[in-house]
């Protein structure tokens, strides 16, 4: 940038010094042109003068010849009029010449007041018709001072023929000097134009480049790439949105410089993948488009799984060697315009993100569900802030075996300024298909911990459980986050209870595993949440480090009516204890309930029986309307 605006000033500055040269020269040239002109046609008038005078003097000459010829009048009339035609040309003189031409003029007429003098006295001679004197004035008067007259104008007129040649040759040297420049300062400048205007038409095609093109890929941008699929439209195009997943990542720890390299790379590999006819594009950020012109949905998966292929090849970024994994969307088109069909490729790629699949077609319920799917987010996240909105209900678990409250089950509740209670179940599946999960469990951690201290300053001994999405165990400052809450609030480990599902630890068993037996390690209690509702692994579940298993309510509600359910129930309690576990039964609404769980042996039950789940003032009226004898 800085060069090319180098450039175009001095393309600016050229054509300014070149332009006032050329208006310098045309001014010189016209000054030195009229000076010399001026002084040609001065002394070509005083040549012209001079020769006037010098003719006049002839004439008076012939004039007194005649009259000493014949003496008659008309010959004096002759000399008369000869001698005004000296005078008036002598004025011409006077008039037009400098100060030497002006006392040439005064010389010569004090000369032709002698000669006339003289001449008056010769033509009384002649009158009187005596030679002897007509010889004498004519030799040693009149003949003498009119050729003195006449060498004086001679030799001033050949001096102004001189001078008028020599400035009309000046002139034409002038002339031709001025016509040199002119026309040379005339080229360059020419010159100076043509350069000025490629200079200018270059900056324009980068400008227009600019805005077409995204400047650190070379790839089209997004105006570029709507034009391109409203092009396409009629042929029936498909489109990929693609979105890197760990960019940000990549960006945050190894710099923008490595980030800018891997977005060119990728903008050269979706390149690669694809046919000549198609088109990527870079819309904004990690965002890559591509538009496949008369391509078909099947044609277009295949398509995006060769992008994905190729994508997932490492990158070489300097020294370093990164992995990114992407997202794609795919859409094809039906009816609409391209930038619809852009925005259900768009949909189809969160949806992507979201599912972690990889590749998505888009589907028309796709968009219902994002709008008000994408509301609730934005309405969850900033509830999050507002810290006024999401609060915490506490349900307690009950000892079957005595009837002591040993613990209680912390359980978001969210009251939505506008739309009053949000249950659980409709917006934290919502929250787990983004990060937001991570924030509200985090939220839920600091508000139980809390709490938990409040129990222990109050001489309670409550273990609290908070239940823990599938998400959560995958993320790596989870153990960091538990840690610092505990002690910050100074809450021994063993006072938190930590509930994950089967299906959470399932997702991806290493990771999972590795995440709990560090909080274990640390202290905490492991719940195993929901059992029977996934697929069970005795092989995983001995591995686990975990103390207790809750049976889902869907079984407990129903053990009393439904045999299945009443043996998944025995089941579980016996395989909890063959593990070591303490068995928890959740849902228990009735007392047909506790007595067939106490009858199994189960240790705990937490239900609707007891208490639902309330506020922690309430809990604590609770405790104590309950206290000291509460017997099931
Ligand atoms: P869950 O972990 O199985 O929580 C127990 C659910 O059973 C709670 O529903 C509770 O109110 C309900 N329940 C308790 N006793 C009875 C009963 O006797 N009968 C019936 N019908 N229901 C009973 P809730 O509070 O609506 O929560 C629903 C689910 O939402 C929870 O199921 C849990 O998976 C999730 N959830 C709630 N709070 C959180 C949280 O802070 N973090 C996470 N990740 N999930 C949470
Ligand atoms: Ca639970
Ligand atoms: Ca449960």
Not at 341 to 365: F, H, Q, S, W
Not at 613 to 630: I, Y
């Amino acid at each position: 940038m800085p060069r090319s605006q180098a450039r175009r000033r001095a393309a600016f500055i050229g054509l300014g010094a070149v332009l006032l040269a050329l208006t310098g020269v045309s001014v010189l040239g016209t000054v030195a042109t009229r000076h010399v002109a001026t002084t040609a046609r001065t002394a070509s008038l005083l040549a012209e003068a001079f020769h006037r005078a010098h003719e006049a003097v002839s004439a008076e000459d012939i004039a007194e010849q005649q009259y000493r010829l014949e003496p008659e009048r008309h010959a004096r009339a002759d000399h008369a009029d000869a001698a005004v035609a000296l005078e008036v040309a002598l004025k011409d003189i006077e008039a037009r010449g400098g100060t030497a031409d002006q006392t040439l003029v005064a010389q010569v007429r004090t000369l032709q007041r002698q000669y006339l003098a003289a001449i008056e006295d010769l033509f009384l001679a002649v009158d009187r018709a005596n030679p002897t004197e007509i010889r004498r004035i004519d030799d040693n008067e009149a003949g003498p001072t009119s050729a003195q007259i006449s060498n004086l104008l001679h030799d001033a007129e050949e001096a102004q023929d001189a001078t008028s040649l020599d400035a009309s040759n000046r002139l034409d040297k002038v002339e031709r000097w001025v016509f040199v420049a002119t026309l040379s300062s005339f080229a360059v400048g020419l010159g100076m134009i043509v350069v000025f205007a490629l200079v200018a038409s270059g900056y324009q095609r980068r400008l227009v480049r600019q805005a077409m093109q995204d400047e650190l890929t070379g790839l089209p941008n997004r105006s570029v790439f709507i034009a391109r699929t409203a092009d396409a439209l009629p042929g029936g195009p498909s489109v990929l949105m693609v979105d890197l997943d760990r960019f940000k990542e990549v960006n945050d720890t190894l710099g923008h410089q490595c980030g800018d390299e891997l977005l060119r790379q990728v903008a050269a590999r979706c390149a690669a993948a694809l046919r000549t006819t198609d088109t990527v594009a870079r819309l904004a950020g990690d965002e890559f488009a591509i538009l496949l012109p008369a391509t078909g949905a099947q044609d277009a998966a295949r398509l995006a799984g060769r992008v994905q292929a190729e994508l997932h090849r490492s990158f070489e970024l300097g020294t370093v060697t990164v992995d990114i994994e992407v997202s794609i969307g795919l859409a094809s088109a039906a009816s609409g315009t391209a930038d619809e069909l852009v925005r259900c490729a768009d949909i189809a790629m969160y949806t992507a993100k979201e599912t972690k699949a990889g590749i998505a077609a888009y589907n028309p319920g796709m968009h219902t569900e994002d709008s008000s799917r994408l509301q609730l987010l934005g309405d969850l996240r900033r509830a999050l802030e507002a810290e006024d909105q999401i609060s915490l209900h506490y349900q307690p678990k009950v000892s079957l075996a005595d009837g002591a409250v040993c613990g209680v089950e912390a359980l978001v509740r969210w009251r939505h300024p506008e739309r009053g209670p949000i249950a659980p179940g409709d917006f934290i599946p919502v929250a787990e298909t983004t990060g937001l999960i991570n924030r509200l469990t985090l939220y839920v951690l600091r508000h139980a911990v809390a709490q938990s201290r409040a129990w222990m300053d109050a001489g309670r001994e409550l273990t609290v459980a908070v239940n823990l999405s599938p998400r959560c165990l995958l993320d790596p400052g989870l153990v960091d986050d538990v840690t610092r809450l505990l002690s910050t609030h100074g809450v021994p480990a063993a006072r938190l209870r930590l509930e994950v599902t089967e299906s959470a630890v399932m997702a991806n068993p290493a990771q999972a595993t590795a995440t709990l037996k560090q909080l274990h390690d640390l202290g905490v209690r492991l719940s195993i949440d929901d059992y029977g509702t996934g697929y069970s692994s005795m092989a995983y579940l001995k591995q686990l480090p975990v103390d207790e298993l809750k049976v889902d309510r869907t079984f407990v509600m129903n053990m009393d009516t439904d045999h299945d359910d009443a043996v998944l129930v025995r089941g579980a309690v016996e395989l909890g204890h063959n593990l070591g576990l303490t068995v928890v039964a959740e849902g228990v609404e009735r007392e047909t309930h506790v007595a067939a769980l106490r009858a199994l042996g189960c240790d705990i039950a937490q239900g609707y029986h007891y208490a639902k789940p309330m506020p922690a003032a309430d809990l604590e009226l609770w405790l104590q309307a309950r206290h000291p004898a509460f017997l099931f």
